[in-house]
């Protein structure tokens, strides 16, 4: 028989063990409340990459980046050793737009962490607008200079898609890239032309790039999107494109980034002149991998995190000397 005692200590020993538990349960839930915020330099599937609080944080380093770059101030935040540097390759050329393309991507660009920028002008020097903007840019920067060569320049009334753009620019940042780039750091290169839009999370995606990544592009080929299909383990199979799904690479140059240990170790990885129209991206990417290799990003290929934006050219009457009484002002820089 049980002395009242006994049942005394066995109810305050259940007593002492449900308040531990409900206690325990207690923290842990607190716990997972207060999990520390993501790190910003991580994406999870959802995307939901960066927590408000981190897009603050990041807003305000962009901010002090400009503020440094405008009183000459060498920018701290330049080096983070522990993440790989995102190389974008800007081809460039002077036009109405070009200020306003330049200003819009190079502020998205201030917030994305441990990126150099190299802007390749095509132009026969280098210019004061662009060269002006950059040093104001607070961005960690490389700027050159590469002419397309008479031949291949677009006439003022030929059809856009008659010959390619940024070829030459392009391979003069990676001839750059071969001969100044630590091959012992690790480093993504990315095609961004001034025209397109990024978001934050895409650069995100692509640090991580080991050989090459893919992912889709918004507004391109005469499509909502463009995008790498999967099989069923995940790899790329085939594309879905507005145009020419035959090509080895059907896809547009934002929508892939290279590691550039590829491009080091592949030094007849160029752009070329003598490609077939639109197979740009088909040269560079069939030069440093296979089609088996690729890794696609953005949630499977399922988030459009890049457009191919293209801004209509501005209708500037006054140039043309149609508005009256109006003299344009060439020493205001637009
Ligand atoms: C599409 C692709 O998105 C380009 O990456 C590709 O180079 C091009 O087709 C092609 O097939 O050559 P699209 O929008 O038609 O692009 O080309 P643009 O945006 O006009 O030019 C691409 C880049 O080259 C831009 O950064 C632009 O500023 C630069 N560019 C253009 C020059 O440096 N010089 C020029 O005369 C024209
Ligand atoms: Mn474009």
């Known amino acids: 028989m049980l002395s009242p005692r006994s049942v005394n200590v066995k109810s305050f020993r259940f007593i002492v063990f449900t308040t531990l538990v409900i206690f325990c349960v207690m923290l842990g839930l607190k716990l997972m409340v207060n999990l520390p915020e993501p790190s910003i330099y991580t994406v999870s599937d959802e995307s939901k990459a960066v927590s408000s609080q981190s897009r603050q944080l990041r807003a305000q380093i962009g901010r002090l980046k400009l503020l440094l770059a405008k009183n000459g101030i060498a920018n701290p935040y330049e080096n983070l050793e522990s993440l790989p540097t995102i190389y ?56 050159l200079n590469a002419e397309t060569p008479k031949e291949w320049k677009l006439l003022l009334d030929d059809p856009q898609w008659k010959k390619p753009r940024g070829v030459k620019q392009r391979n003069a940042a990676l001839q750059w890239l071969r001969n100044h780039a ?19 999370e ?8 080991k050989k090459v990544s893919v992912w889709p592009v918004g507004l391109v080929g005469s499509v909502r999107f463009e995008r790498p299909i999967l099989d069923e383990h995940g790899k790329v199979a085939n594309w879905s494109t507005g145009w020419r799904p035959e090509r080895p690479f ?30 740009q ?35 500037l009457d006054d140039l043309k000397g149609k508005v009256p009484g109006m003299i344009v002002d060439w020493t205001v820089e637009v």
């Open 202 to 209: 895409l650069f995100e995606e692509m640090r991580t790039t």
């Open 250 to 279: 059907a896809i547009d140059m934002a929508g892939f980034a290279i590691n550039l240990k590829l491009l080091l170790d592949n030094p007849q990885a160029e752009f070329s002149f003598d490609a077939p129209r639109g197979y």
């Open 182 to 200: 630590d091959p012992r750091k690790p480093a993504v290169v990315f095609f961004a032309d001034d025209d397109n839009t990024y978001s934050l």
């Open 88 to 143: 974008a390759i800007t081809p460039t050329h002077t036009r109405p737009l070009q200020k306003a393309e330049l200003t819009r991507i190079s502020q998205t660009f201030l917030l994305v962490p441990n990126f150099h920028w190299i802007v390749v002008e095509d132009s026969e020097t280098k210019t004061p607008l662009v060269t002006n903007l950059l040093a104001q840019s607070g961005l960690m920067y490389t700027h």
């Open 281 to 315: 991206e088909s040269t560079i990417l069939a030069a440093v991998v296979t089609k088996d290799e690729l890794e696609p990003k953005a949630s499977k290929c399922t988030k459009v995190y890049v457009w191919h934006t293209r801004t209509e050219n501005p209708k």
